[in-house]
């Protein structure tokens, strides 16, 4: 988990960096392109290319759809809005699963579920604060990646029942690349990165990869009620990281929403676990 905080971090700081050069879609269109070659290498090491197949294209296009929105919607909001506002909005991914879940899974929404749920939505108030005066672009898309990677999450989950983690990945890289190629180049104007920047785009590929990683690696040997907490600590880091390198304000209605969608995430965790040991 403190690889993920620090991966999660830094493809941030490295988002902000590579934002003076290129817009969001060249952001994703090199990304893309770097993680291809990542995946590619890694699972021709790891023999896993034969995992690779072409099925459930449909349902990859949608999944990969709504994850390029929403990572687009994230490197906009990281531009124009103090980070600790981006994390604690993207915080909220869990609770739009756990509300979106019984539309597309057919899962059930239990009464303790609707009561977190709802805490977590007075978090995202408090956050927000969406008044005319508050309510900018940058409040929208954060709070809208939220929800985009949420979806993202649910088609994923539909896709581990027949599909490996190599596939998605794969299908994940390449159609994304599609989709920057073509959002980023309909006006036939894609800016390359100079050489101040490619660092930057190198890292952002490497981070995102390196964070889910690490991610998926500590739910695979700790329980979630145990590791989803530790993810909250990004709140803080990334609070200082944009008070240090950015000169924004450590605001203390922040950490109070923020803490109240933790509350709301961990209580749907813990109820979540004690329907598995039952």
């Known amino acids: 988990m403190i690889g993920a905080i620090v991966a999660f971090t830094t493809m941030a700081i490295a988002g902000r960096s590579v934002s003076v050069e290129l817009d969001t879609f060249e952001i994703m269109l090199f990304r893309s392109l770097i993680g ?63 509300l979106l879940s019984p539309l597309i899974l057919q899962e059930r929404l239990t009464g303790m579920g609707l009561v977190a749920a709802l805490i977590g939505f007075v978090g995202i108030l408090i956050v927000a ?30 896709l581990t029942r027949t599909e490996g983690i190599t ?3 794969f299908f994940l890289t390449v159609t994304q690349a599609v ?70 304000p450590l605001e203390l209605l922040v950490f109070v929403g923020a803490a109240l969608i933790f509350l709301g995430n961990y209580m749907n965790i813990r109820q979540a676990g004690r329907v598995a040991a039952n």
């Open 167 to 169: 596939s998605i990945l």
């Open 129 to 158: 604060r969406p008044d005319p005066g508050n309510l900018s672009p940058g409040l929208l898309a954060a709070a809208g990646c939220a929800i985009f990677f949420a979806l993202s999450a649910i088609f994923t989950r539909k």
């Open 179 to 248: 989709f920057g190629l073509i959002c980023a180049g309909y006006d036939g104007d894609i800016a390359l990165p100079s050489g101040t920047v490619l660092p930057w785009v190198i890292v952002i590929s490497v981070a995102g990869l390196v964070a889910h990683f690490c991610l998926t690696k500590a739910l695979s040997i700790a329980p979630a009620s145990t590791v989803m907490p530790l993810d909250f600590v990004r709140l803080p880091a990334i609070a200082v990281v944009g008070m240090v390198l950015y000169d924004e």
């Open 36 to 98: 291809i070659g990542i995946v590619l290498g890694i699972a021709a090491y790891a023999g896993a290319m034969r995992q690779i197949r072409f099925r459930k294209l449909r349902l990859h296009l949608v999944r990969n759809i709504c994850h390029f929105t929403g990572q687009n919607l994230w490197f906009y909001a990281i531009t124009v809005i103090p980070l600790a506002q981006v994390f604690a909005l993207e915080f909220t991914t869990p609770i739009w699963v756990l």
